[in-house]
């Protein structure tokens, strides 16, 4: 039987609609069991319920006909009942309601509270309808029920019943309050209906949930905004309980709604702040991994989104990366680089950003300026259509950034050293919440994190810029035309965001049509490294030009790294003789050349490798081969096979094999060998070094 027979559909306006179900026993009429008793004008019982022989005692039989009087009042108490059915047969309201004493028929006294009334007959006469209860039963519901009238009144918890239906039936003045709507705007109404604002799918599942299993459902959160409080988000802990009757009818349910706002707030808060830790150790992780500025500007970026923002650009300042360091804030526009853009999304937003590389002049009342001239974080929390102009760099930027939804903006200036590098520029378009105070604390973390890095950065770059022009002008620019023989060569420094080194070649035109073959490499890096290079280079040709056997000159450049006090150097030294076709060649400490034949595969040249030029006081030997025609001889610095994950024996073999494919011109070769030999991020420079002997002797 449907629940609603107990609390009836509402019609319109909040009226019951009548219906004629029959009521299962065990509802309040039932628990009170009023009996219900008639008396004619003489007092006699004319009547006789079936509650009233459970309440008395007395059978139907025993009790019809006879005297009420005399059957249940004691004798001392009859006067004062005949005098009241006197005045309930005879007086104008016809009624009289009150506790009495009746005697039960087994002797005993039970106290009954009355309903009693005159009845007219339809042949003009009366009788008297009494309705009768045990008093402590009634005395108890009466309680009970103005207990939960009280605490339903009162409750600073919103309570409400439902029916099955899920229909409003009351709603507590607390409820009122939360939902900002009046009882009668809920009444006859379910939750999606009456609150259409709160995720209503979710909270009646729940509700057909208990209703089904009568367990209930405790703590529930919802979270949402009511017409109460709209501007402000909150939260709720609701619970649901079946009602049920006595005899275990569902009635409906029963619902109780707690405010937790606050203890929401700082939950949320309190995640937030951790999220905002985890962001912050996970920026001193991901930031500052190389020293290229790029690589860097993007790891800020990308810590940025999404937690902070929906996207993220970093500028730096072009004054700073040309090396002009102003002493004060300059005032007017602002010319940035643009480095990094990062989104969580694609849209137009991305759109308006500068794209990496870009050169972006932005006026004096953009906020990036301000941000940048003044060394202060600028913050937006709510962007109005007047905010845009002074956002973007162009009124294009600007209507992207409209259609993007650009809600909240915030720029934080990248100082490092007490200098402002450039600015952190933040926005959102799909994160619900402006930016806040909190995190323009975060936001100005990263920043103070990322800037010392893109410092560094910046100032190894310019380091390594002028090492590298350094380097350059002391290597040959173009090797001179040598007779016999064919060469191609490449420089190329350290591929990841080290120093660059003491790595050269050099190619030496000798007496007698000979050709001087070099390659050497001085441990270490950057300016130190490529100045000794440069004297070491030197020191190479003026040797040279005494026409000395290769390990003799070995010696004395031995003795001159020993006196000049510079890091320790391999190299290897080799002559050609076109005349005789032969080749002298010395080695210390150097890795072993790469001899091709054309009628041969290529072979590791097996010499004394010999010990580092600045180790002093050793022996180098000479070792002499035939060269002829159209074969090859390759000479390398150790960064073009050397990796920290294999062994050198592998990757010489490496190198063997690429050398064994079909035969390319010398520039493609040496293009095939960086190619296959170099990986993305190598830590070290390269010199490679190719000769090939020609058919014909030119002169």
């Not at 100005?444 to 770059?461: F, H, K, S, T």
């Not at 190619?507 to 440069?534: E, P, Q, R, Y």
């Amino acid at each position: 039987m449907s629940t609603a027979e107990s609390f009836p559909a509402p019609g319109p306006g909040g009226v019951s609609k009548p219906h004629a179900a029959a009521s299962e026993p065990g509802g309040l009429l039932d628990v009170l069991s009023v009996a219900a008793v008639v008396l004619d004008a003489q007092g006699r019982v004319a009547l006789w319920s079936p509650q009233a022989e459970e309440l008395f005692g007395y059978t139907a039989k025993e009790a019809l006909g006879r005297y009420a009087g005399r059957l249940l009042v004691h004798p001392e108490n009859l006067p004062l009942i005949r005098r009241l059915f006197a005045e309930v047969m005879a007086g104008e309201e016809g009624r009289w309601a009150g506790g009495f004493p009746v005697r039960h028929k087994d002797g005993g006294t039970l106290l009954v509270e009355f309903r009693n009334m005159r009845l007219h007959g339809a042949r003009k006469d009366f009788y008297a309808l009494g309705l009768a209860t045990e008093q402590g039963t009634l005395r108890r519901v009466e309680r009970d029920l103005a207990l939960s009238t009280r605490l339903i009144s009162q409750s600073p918890i919103g309570l409400a019943v439902v029916d099955a239906d899920l229909r409003y039936v009351t709603v507590n003045p607390a409820l009122e309050r939360i939902n900002g709507l009046p009882a009668a705007d809920h009444v006859g109404r379910r939750v999606r209906e009456a609150l259409p604002f709160l995720d209503a799918d979710g909270i009646e599942a729940a509700m057909r949930e208990v209703l089904a299993t009568g367990v209930p459902l405790l703590d529930r959160e919802s979270v949402g905004r009511t017409p109460a409080d709209p501007d402000r988000e909150h939260a709720w802990s609701v619970s649901f309980y079946r009602l049920e009757a006595s005899n275990g009818k569902v009635l409906g349910l029963a619902i109780s709604v707690v405010d937790v706002t606050e203890r929401h707030r700082a939950t949320t808060d309190a995640a937030r702040a951790r999220a905002r830790l985890a962001t912050v150790a996970d920026a001193s992780i991901r930031i500052g991994t190389t020293l290229d500025l790029d690589q860097t500007a993007r790891e800020l970026a990308d810590v940025s989104v999404p937690e902070l923002a929906d996207v993220a650009a970093v500028d730096v300042l072009d004054s700073i990366l040309d090396g002009r360091s102003p002493g004060t804030r300059e005032t007017g526009p602002a010319v940035f680089r643009a480095l990094a853009v990062a989104a969580s999304h694609s849209g137009d937003a991305v759109h308006a950003a500068d794209p990496p590389g870009q050169i972006a002049r932005y006026e004096a009342d953009r906020l990036v300026t301000a941000c940048v001239q003044s060394g202060r974080p600028v913050r937006v929390p709510r962007v109005a259509e007047g905010d845009l102009p002074r956002i973007a760099r162009s009124p294009e930027a600007a209507s992207l950034l409209a259609s993007a939804g650009v809600h909240s903006y915030m720029a934080v200036p990248l100082i490092a050293r007490g200098e402002v590098l450039g600015a952190l520029d933040l926005k959102r378009t799909r994160h619900a919440e402006p930016f806040s105070a909190e995190d323009e604390i975060l936001a100005g973390e990263l920043a103070a994190r990322a800037a010392v890095c893109i410092d560094n950065a910046r100032w190894y770059g310019q380091l390594r810029s002028t090492a590298l022009k350094l380097q350059h002008s002391l290597l040959p620019q173009q090797p001179p035309d040598q007779p016999g023989l064919e060469v191609a060569y490449r420089y190329q420094p350290a591929q990841a965001a080290s120093e660059v080194g003491g790595d050269w070649f050099d190619v030496i035109a000798l007496s007698g049509d000979k050709t001087a073959l070099v390659v050497g490499d001085v441990m270490g890096s950057g300016i130190d490294a490529a100045a000794a290079m440069g004297q070491l280079r030197t020191a190479t040709r003026t040797l040279a030009e005494l026409d000395l056997d290769p390990a003799e000159a070995l010696r004395h450049l031995d003795r001159i790294t020993d006196r000049m006090g510079q890091p320790i150097t391999t190299c290897v030294y080799a002559v050609y003789d076109p005349h005789r076709g032969r080749c002298l060649i010395s080695s210390a400490g150097h890795l072993p050349p790469v001899l091709l034949r054309p009628d041969q595969g290529p072979e590791l040249l097996r010499l004394p490798t010999g010990t580092p030029l600045g180790v002093g006081d050793v022996e180098f030997s000479t070792t002499t081969f035939a060269l002829r025609p159209e074969d090859e001889l390759v000479l390398y610095t150790d960064g073009l096979v050397e990796t920290r994950d294999q062994a050198i024996d592998v990757r010489l073999e490496a190198l063997i094999d690429v050398l064994s494919g079909r035969r390319l011109s010398l520039e493609r070769t040496c293009d095939v060998l960086l190619h296959s030999m170099r990986r993305p991020g190598d830590h070290d420079d390269v010199a490679l070094l190719i000769a090939r002997v020609r058919s014909e002797l030119r002169t």
